[in-house]
Structures are given as structure tokens and as C-alpha cells.
């Protein structure tokens, strides 16, 4: 049973930075699509970025450009860096993963993702 777990996030101004990291266990093969999701209380929820095992890199039409992501294999790590920070980009950031490769065509959809972390927050302040 894949388990995630995310730390980082806190409160910055706006055109700051921020990094969140998502520490992954209980993968068993090197297929994977890992993600981060984030929610804003009455709002749908937005796909961020995502990365696959082959390395291939996704992102959300409002932060390409601004944020990174990144994994760590060895250390089953994946780090989303926050560059040029709005305050819409203040959210709750879930860390969500697949035991298959990053599928475009699905990705963003409800139920893509079947692990979840506990989440953790951003706030940029305007």
C-alpha cells in the first residue's frame, strides 16, 4: 500500500518562494505517476504538477513556468519548488500518486489518483 507524506508549505508574500516535498513508500515497481493536487475551500480542485517514472513532467496551465517538480528515486522523495508565488496559488497541497505512469489524457480527473497524503498548506498573502 503506497503511503504519502508531504512537509514544507507555510505562508510567504506574494513573489516569493515556497518548497513542499512528499515522501513516498510501499511502491513496488518503477511505474509510478506522482503528483501534487491543491483545494481551495469552494473551489474544484486543481492539478498542479505530476512526474512519472519515466520523468516525464505535467503541469497546470496556471503555474507553468513558476513551479518545478521534481523526484528522487533513490529516497522516494518528490519536491514541488514554488517560484513567483500569486495569492491564488493558496491552497491546501495534497500529494497524490498512481502505481502507473502519468497518462495526459487522464491525469486531472476525478479518481486518477487511488493514494493521497494528509495535505499541507500554503498562504500567500498579497
Known amino acids: 500500500q503506497v503511503q504519502l507524506r508531504e512537509s514544507g508549505g507555510g505562508s510567504v508574500q506574494a513573489g516569493g518562494s515556497l518548497t513542499v516535498s512528499c515522501e513516498a513508500s510501499?511502491?513496488?515497481?518503477?511505474?509510478?505517476?506522482l503528483a501534487w493536487v491543491r483545494e481551495v475551500p469552494g473551489k474544484e480542485r486543481e492539478g498542479v504538477a505530476a512526474?512519472?517514472?519515466?520523468?516525464?513532467?505535467f503541469f497546470g496551465d496556471s503555474v507553468k513556468g513558476r513551479f518545478t517538480i521534481s523526484q528522487d528515486k533513490a529516497k522516494n522523495t518528490l519536491t514541488l519548488q514554488m517560484d513567483s508565488l500569486k495569492p491564488e496559488d493558496t491552497g491546501m497541497y495534497y500529494c497524490?500518486?498512481?502505481?502507473?505512469?502519468?497518462?495526459?489524457?487522464?491525469?486531472?480527473?476525478?479518481?486518477?489518483?487511488?493514494?493521497w497524503g494528509r495535505g499541507t498548506q500554503v498562504t500567500v498573502s498579497s
Open positions: 512526474v512519472d517514472g519515466g520523468g516525464n513532467k
Open positions: 510501499g511502491f513496488t515497481a518503477s511505474q509510478r505517476c
Open positions: 497524490a500518486a498512481r502505481g502507473y505512469d502519468c497518462y495526459s489524457g487522464s491525469l486531472w480527473k476525478e479518481g486518477y489518483f487511488g493514494s
